[in-house]
């Protein structure tokens, strides 16, 4: 087993992981929807936290859920020539699409970063209800889940390098000539 593939695998894992851990929030999501509901409708005594609690948990979900597709290369591709190609063309196309991609990323985590930064140093808190919630947890999601996506981002970035070059194969495993 080459390390190439041992890498795939571990992200893979990781990936699995994080979107089973992840997954319990849509739980959470739904109890929280379910109590306003609940309380608005057959108690009419609606709550001021329950949409902004949604919101924020479905913001850090749906971000989160971003880390699970790449793992799982999953995410939508405009593929309608892409498989006209051999496996070699499609990695050397991903090798360029993916120096976008890690470079849109790496601006987006610069961003993010001092985001959340500044939200912690403020000990920020929303002002869009009488709740205010504390924020800067919810905002320290961002720069993590972007994080975990160029981690992702570099293993493929690296495995279509070895791909266009023939090292590897789409499974990392190594090609003898």
Known sequence: MTWMKILLQRQLELG?????????????????????????????APTNWAHEMST??????????GVYTQAYDKHVKIDVIYHLFGERSRAFLDVISGLFILAGFAFLFMI?????????????????????PILFPIKAVIPLTVFLLILN?????????????????????????
């Open 56 to 65: 924020m948990l479905f913001g850090g979900y749906c971000l989160a859920a």
């Open 16 to 44: 699995d992981r994080f979107g089973r851990l992840i997954s319990w929030v849509n739980l959470l999501i739904i109890a929280v929807l379910l109590y306003e509901v609940c309380m608005r409708y057959l108690f009419s």
């Open 153 to 177: 981002q570099l293993i493929y970035f690296l495995r279509d390098v070895m791909i266009a070059l023939r090292m590897i194969d789409r499974e990392g495993e190594i090609l003898h000539d």
């Open 112 to 132: 993010s970063y001092q985001y959340a930064l500044d939200s912690w140093i403020l000990s920020e808190v929303s002002s869009k209800s009488s709740w205010r």
